[in-house]
């Protein structure tokens, strides 16, 4: 059975930090490619990094390079998002997703299997 728990989110000002963590369970952890996308109430779920099967490929979206970083730890099964100066348009409820299909990255959330129930971050200003 394949689970993905995010945890991490929370409350923070304008310019700080938090880190988000997706714990997985879905048999064989590198072949799995991963990704976070991030939705707001009324608007489409929104890619926000993707990390290949070698941990060595990266994908950003432009509002948040230079920001966040993405990175697995193959011997722990985790996936995480450091976010750092932070903007209240940051606000959202974040996703971590899984595909197992042999590729990586892509921004449509439909490309994406498997989803964890989301966390919560609100960056206050």
């Known amino acids: 059975q394949v689970q993905l728990v995010e945890s991490g989110g929370g409350l923070v000002q304008a310019g700080g930090s938090l880190r988000l963590s997706c714990a997985a369970s879905?048999?064989?952890?590198?072949?799995?490619?991963f990704s976070w996308f991030r939705q707001t109430p009324g608007k489409e779920r929104e890619f926000v990094a993707a990390i290949s099967q070698t941990g060595t490929g990266f994908q950003y979206a432009d509002s948040v390079k230079g920001r966040f970083t993405v990175s697995r730890d193959d011997a722990k099964n985790t996936v995480n998002l450091q976010m750092s100066s932070l903007k209240p348009e940051d606000t959202a409820i974040y996703y971590c997703a899984a595909r197992g299909d042999s590729l990586w990255g892509g921004t449509n959330f439909k490309d994406y299997a498997y989803w964890g129930q989301g966390t919560q971050v609100t960056v206050s200003s």
């Open positions: 879905l048999g064989t952890f590198s072949n799995y490619a």
